[in-house]
């Protein structure tokens, strides 16, 4: 267990082979990690946090039907020799620069038969060294990716590190809740916590606290053997919150309260709170989008 202290984070695994079921009809056949946020989709987003914080290799656990994250990846000489032909010599460099982002591996899994059995998919990839995971469904908007904060978080004590968020109990049965413990001021800045539980989509009245686990963890392999011990749990699936329980019995695991704003792109509100807010933020489309909305009639 401690021979993984102090190792690098060099490999995020990124879960991409759900159904995408709350998406539906536009995820019929289009992969619901490709649906864009203004102009980029959400995966790319994801990989974008990854490279930006500081880790070289993506590791895509794929499905039946998600071959649009592949091609999205790679290099598409076609497109680019048209766009050149056209004089788009700066689409054309954009279109490329998404290939050179980082070292991207995929792996697939059979069936989507849960987030738990999608990491341990990768397992083989992965090998035997603490890794991150990212769902892309969460957008996190943070001025040090939120990836690059859990590092830092990583570096200190050597251990899981799930990201935190503060949210609205009677929502608690949309997430993996914790129980834990504030980290003293003086080693966790006051956002650290030493989870003592945690429970999957937890009833209002059930919920230990309103400390909700979001789509980013930094976790020890230790994480294998319990995800291989885990069996299908709520909906069938293998959870990863159960196999962090059985994890915890064996070593610690940290919450993160990060610094940022998170988007739950995967649900429809929550997509549409990202297209808005990040459409604002940008500086080709900002300020016509805000005399738009300034002009719509919201009353
Ligand atoms: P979600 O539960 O948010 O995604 O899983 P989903 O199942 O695709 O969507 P809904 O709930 O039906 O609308 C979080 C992440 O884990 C991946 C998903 O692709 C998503 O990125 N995942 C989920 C897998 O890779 N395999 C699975 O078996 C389940």
């Known amino acids: 267990m401690d021979d993984v202290k102090g190792m690098q984070i060099r490999t995020a695994v990124l879960p991409v082979a759900g159904l995408g079921t709350r998406f539906l009809p536009a995820t019929k056949a289009q992969p619901k990690e490709m649906l864009p946020i203004v102009d980029k989709p959400l995966v790319q987003y994801a990989v974008e946090e990854v490279a930006a914080s500081g880790i070289p290799m993506v590791i895509f656990v794929t499905g039946r039907g998600k071959e649009a994250i592949e091609n999205h990846f790679d290099v598409s000489f076609e497109l680019e020799h048209q766009l050149a032909g056209r004089g788009k010599e700066d689409l ?15 792996v697939r899994q059979q069936q989507a038969r849960g987030l738990g059995d999608a990491i341990l998919t990768a397992q083989g990839l992965v090998g035997n060294e603490p890794f991150a995971v990212v769902l892309s469904d969460d957008v996190v908007d943070a001025s040090t990716p939120c990836l690059r904060q859990m590092m830092e978080v990583y570096a200190r004590y050597g251990r899981s ?71 299908p749990g709520a909906g069938g699936e293998v959870q990863l919150t159960d196999a962090m329980r059985r994890l915890l019995k064996r070593e610690p695991i940290y919450g993160y309260e990060f610094e940022g704003r998170r988007f739950d792109a995967g649900d429809k509100l929550g997509f549409l709170k990202a297209t808005v807010e990040l459409a604002l933020k940008r500086p080709d489309l900002g300020s016509e989008f805000r005399k738009y909305l300034k002009s719509l009639d919201l009353s």
């Open 92 to 106: 054309r460099s954009l279109v490329r620069s998404i290939a050179g982002l980082l070292k991207v591996s995929y």
């Open 161 to 231: 590190v799930v990201a935190i968020q503060r949210v609205d109990r009677r929502r608690a049965s949309n997430y993996g809740i914790i129980r834990g413990i504030l980290e003293p001021d003086r080693h966790g800045d006051g956002r650290v916590f030493r989870i003592q539980d945690m429970v999957e989509k937890p009833s209002p009245a059930k919920a230990p606290s309103n400390l909700a686990i979001i789509g980013r963890y930094i976790l020890t392999p230790g994480i294998f053997h319990e995800l291989a011990a885990t069996r």
